[in-house]
């Protein structure tokens, strides 16, 4: 086998290739191929990092394109933007000497499945309904009257059957199955995850191209939670499985420029949402002429109501001198269709050119900024919160009618501020007057709220709201009381917010945008 590679965004010349196969790694969109002048064969690479494998036996060739930020960075930015919680640059291990994307995302996860299946495969309760011959947990009259009408059997049934076939195993099965299939993978990890394929024999793998199911983190999944995390991660890479031309191949493929700008609105969101309100969007549909005809979507939009505050688009090749036109021509459009002054191109570390431009015959003014990803993640956090900075300042003196979707919680009017005694404090009264408290670095505080209203309710989210992970538990739930199962504190990790149901339900949709999931254990 021929192995080839390269860094991101280069041109290199081999030995030629044969044409079936160059015709084929072209089509798996890793590289672009061509031909040079003296017979040579041309690989570019561009947005796309990651392995790729093409043809079979000795005849086969992988590519193998490199990121030029470190790869437990990288990594990073990955999970992050998929997820805000857990994910620390320390959860990738036995990656220093790793320089390929493909074995440093396996080392890693293989690392974190043998922590998880370690202490035993994990069991639960599994809803099924099938058809059998004797009765077993419920029976399900309409079904069987709809099925079978006449037939004594097979009963039709729904029984909770206690099993390792539940989402977690699905998830670590499906992803050891896929890196399995992956070019580039070591082969002592190769007979690590063989050995997960063993262990969890029984399991269904998850159906290939549908998105992975949810699964909530509890005392019980706690030692799964960062091999899910990157199971998700592994599951969500594109997949190379049959390009143009008939010949095998096989790879793992992350787009750079969708890897930045999902990072990028995740932490500028946090930054602006949780600091100054308002709330931030994605792709936000907007039309550039009157007749709604020209549809634009703005990477990311920050809004006070029906008021757009500002825009900007997130670029993760950064030109060298001057921005290209067509990245100025894009951001002067978005900011005409939502009547905006300032629009803000945001790069990856590079950019050396002026740090606006201010275009004439118009209000228009396009900021550059550039963003270090290889800096310290304190540093890096420090260059969103500088930006964030320079978002909000601009709406000073705007007399603007600030009503947003989620405001600052330190001045939230649903949100109470902890540490006051709350035997004296009339906020709640039985968790049925309308105000939300929040529990953050504060355990004896929460404790003492879950003693003095054991009719109440708590949703258990991360410290920075999002509505992708709300669980409603009453009060008196084992999972979120006592003594914790995993660390020593109940609101250093995850913030709690307690209340009556009906006013943490309002909270949780009006305010952070989601549906709270129900405990399965106690609601």
Known sequence: MRLLTLPEHSRRAYLPLDPTIAQAMGGTGLVAVGDSRDGRTVLRS???????????????????????????????????????????????????EERDLVPAVAVSFTAAAAHAL??????????????????????????????????????????????????????????????????????????ALRRFTVALAGVAPLVPGRRAPDTLSTRLTQRYQPALRLARLI?????????????????????LDKVFEDWLFGVLRDALQMEYGGHVEDQHLVHLDDERGLDMYPDITWWAGEHCL?????????????????????????????????????????????????????????????????????????????????LHAEQAGAALSFTPRLASLREH???????????????????????????????????????????????????????????????TCRTISGTPAVGSRWTVDYAKFCGGRSELEAFARNEVGGEPRICGRCV
Request: proline residues 6%; glycine residues 10%; contains cysteine.
């Open 235 to 255: 599951l969500a890479g594109d997949s190379v499985e049959h390009p143009p031309g008939g010949v095998d191949a096989a790879g793992f493929v992350f787009n």
């Open 413 to 475: 009017p649903l949100v109470t501020t902890p540490g006051r005694d709350l035997r004296n404090d009339n906020v709640f009264v039985g968790g049925h007057d309308g105000k939300v408290q929040r529990f953050l670095d504060d355990d004896s505080g929460y404790l003492q709220w879950l003693a003095t209203h054991r009719d109440g309710f708590v949703i258990n989210t991360y410290r920075k709201p999002t509505g992708t992970y709300l669980v409603l538990h009453r009060a």
């Open 310 to 390: 500002a825009v900007a688009d997130a670029k993760y090749k950064a030109p060298a001198g001057r921005p290209p036109r067509e990245d100025i021509y894009q951001m002067l459009a978005y900011c005409t269709a939502l009547g905006l002054s300032t629009g803000h191109l945001v790069y990856a570390a590079g950019y050396q050119g002026p740090p606006a431009y201010r275009i004439p015959r118009t209000d228009v003014t396009i900021a550059i900024h550039a963003l270090d990803l290889s800096a310290p993640l304190h540093e890096l956090r420090r260059q969103i919160d500088r930006f964030a900075r320079s």
């Open 46 to 96: 561009t947005n796309r990092v990651g392995a790729v494998r093409v043809g079979s036996g000795q005849e086969a060739v992988e590519v193998r394109v490199r990121p030029k930020i470190p790869i437990a960075r990288l990594l990073w930015l990955l999970g992050y933007a998929r997820n805000q919680a857990g994910w620390h640059e320390e959860s990738f291990v036995g990656l220093a």
């Open 118 to 191: 370690a202490p035993g495969v994990l069991q639960g309760y599994r809803d099924t309904e099938e058809a059998l011959q004797v009765l077993r947990g419920r029976f399900r009259e309409s079904e069987q009257l709809r099925i079978r009408l006449g037939l004594a059997v097979p009963l039709e049934v729904r029984y909770d059957d206690y099993t390792i076939d539940i989402p977690e195993n699905q998830i670590l099965l499906s992803a050891a199955l896929r890196l399995l299939r992956l070019p580039g993978v070591r082969r002592a990890t190769l007979a």
